[in-house]
């Protein structure tokens, strides 16, 4: 992998840390580690050390409008550069068009839509400044399509996003930035063993069900995730920009 340093958002626990250490794994020389978990964001970046590359980890809540350029800014002091960003960190707290309210509203979008705004902006920049190439993935959802009534505000959010990363994609593709986004499907994340059993109370045998439902007998796991994140990231996927893949056990628009 030819990107130097590697930020990762929402990397102290599942999809993002798994990112941060196949990113390490396959040769950055240093991760960016970001959470609000002091201890979880410790863990994980001795994890992205053991991996074999430098780690950093920087507290931070993404819903502050200030979270993007102090991250932005601790990788710049601590490593001097930013090659790729994996947008991975997301609230997919449930809220439908008719019960949301703003606050809910306003949470989702200053972490699932501000925040990678702006640390793609704070990198393109940084890019441009350098005159370097450079590599962005967006964690998406399969509910950007429309989703669940459920998750009227996570799908918009989620939706939003992928229209910036098309757009930036279009915008920078001279620069050689290229941005690509993953339409996930359920992946068995803490965060969602914690929704799914305790937050809409379907206990500890929800997955056993959820896994007999799909195709695959299994939900997605973390690792599934990084690897086709590591694939966009890195130059194997060159010089593919603007792609939004659906990663799902199930075909959207498919009949039976």
Not at 138 to 162: C, D, F, Q, R, W
Not at 175 to 181: A, S
Not at 194 to 200: I, S
Not at 238 to 256: K, N, R, T
Request: proline share 4%; charged share 20%.
């Amino acid at each position: 992998m030819k990107w130097r340093v590697v930020v990762v958002t929402g990397s102290t626990q599942g999809i993002g840390s798994a990112i941060a250490r196949a990113a390490a794994s396959a040769g950055a020389q240093a991760v960016v580690v970001t959470g609000r978990d002091a201890a979880k964001g410790a863990a994980a970046a001795a994890e992205v050390e053991r991996c074999g590359g430098a780690s950093l980890f920087v507290a931070a809540d993404l819903e502050d409008p200030d979270a993007p350029d102090e991250i932005f800014d601790a990788a710049l002091i601590r490593f001097g550069q930013v090659d790729a960003l994996a947008n991975s960190a997301a609230l997919t707290d449930r809220g439908s068009l008719a019960e949301a309210d703003r606050r809910l509203w306003d949470r989702l979008f200053a972490v699932n839509a501000r925040a990678p705004f702006f640390l793609m902006q704070r990198l393109v920049n940084h890019l441009r400044g350098r005159g370097a190439p450079g590599s962005i993935v967006n964690i998406l959802s399969v509910h950007a399509h429309g989703g669940a009534p459920s998750l009227a505000v996570y799908a918009s959010t989620k939706a939003a996003l992928a229209g910036l990363t098309k757009n930036t994609a279009h915008a920078h593709r001279f620069d050689r930035i290229r941005v690509n986004g993953i339409n996930l499907g359920w992946v068995d994340t803490p965060a969602e063993r914690h929704m799914q059993a305790v937050t809409l109370g379907k206990g500890e045998g929800w997955r056993d069900a959820a896994a007999a439902a799909m195709p695959f007998r299994r939900l997605m796991t973390p690792d599934d995730v990084a690897r086709l994140s590591l694939f966009l990231m890195s130059e194997d996927s060159e010089p593919m920009s603007g792609a939004l893949i659906d990663y799902a056990q199930f075909v959207f628009g498919g009949l039976d």
